[in-house]
């Protein structure tokens, strides 16, 4: 069975500083996808990553393939009461891609 | 454009009784999926769909029936409720794709109570 492991479960901030969550597995993805999800909200996709060491950016946030695509990371700078929410990472079956593997996602609260 | 509308947003059960939860989306979306989430298990398929009359099980398929008459509806029937089916469900769709992976449009979820 395919699993993919996400630390921390929780962590809970300051506003203004950095954090980083990780997204593990043994198995290899043939893509990997970041979600956030709000209260009360379906999760909604921030990034694809798709080649090994792919490195991608969207304002604040950085996400990190790796190499042999077997995990990824999330990198937030300077956090804001924004960012707020549950991130959940999704690998994509290589032999499968309608398949997608699900971790159980980092709860992420940003104080004022 | 509405994307993927779930209804009800909130529904209280008891026990052995049935209920249909409604998915729709105005995207043009071939594939469609019903999630369960619960804290600590995380999301799980429970059914999903490539097109219209094509329906496949999940990873959690039992005690719920769907059907896909349409491109734009997937609705998710529960034939007789269960406590163990309390839960937020979500419906997420996504346009096939023959290579790379499908990126999901969710609904925002129904909370599901069965009492």
């Known amino acids: 069975t395919q699993l993919l492991e996400q630390s921390p479960q929780f962590l809970s901030i300051q506003e203004g500083e950095n954090l980083t969550v990780y997204c593990n597995s043994s198995?290899?993805?043939?893509?990997l996808q970041w979600y956030r999800q709000e209260p009360g909200e379906g999760p909604v996709l921030l990034v694809t990553?798709?080649?090994g060491g792919e490195v991608k950016k969207l304002k604040r946030l950085t996400f990190q393939f790796g190499d042999a695509r077997k995990d990824s990371s999330l990198h937030i700078t300077a956090a804001q009461p924004g960012d707020t929410g549950l991130y959940l990472c999704?690998?994509?079956?290589?032999?499968?891609?309608?398949?997608?593997?699900w971790g159980l996602g980092t709860s992420l609260a940003v104080n004022p | 454009n509405a994307g993927v509308t779930q209804t009800p947003k909130f529904q209280v059960l008891k026990t052995g009784q049935s209920m249909t939860l409604q998915c729709a989306q105005d995207?043009?979306?071939?594939?469609m999926s019903w999630y369960r989430q619960d804290p600590g298990m995380g999301l799980r398929l429970i059914h999903y769909?490539?097109?219209?009359?094509?329906?496949d099980q999940g990873e959690v398929p039992n005690g719920y029936n769907v059907s896909r008459s349409t491109t734009e509806d997937f609705p998710l029937r529960l034939l007789s409720a269960a406590p163990s089916q309390t839960s937020v469900y979500f419906c997420?769709?996504?346009?096939?794709?023959?290579?790379?992976?499908?990126?999901?449009?969710f609904g925002a979820g129904s909370r599901l109570t069965v009492l």
């Open positions: 997420a769709s996504s346009y096939l794709m023959f290579s790379g992976a499908n990126v999901l449009t």
């Open positions: 769909s490539v097109g219209a009359g094509i329906t």
């Open positions: 999704a690998g994509v079956n290589a032999g499968n891609n309608r398949k997608l593997i």
């Open positions: 995207m043009n979306h071939e594939y």
């Open positions: 198995s290899v993805f043939s893509s």
């Open positions: 990553v798709v080649t």
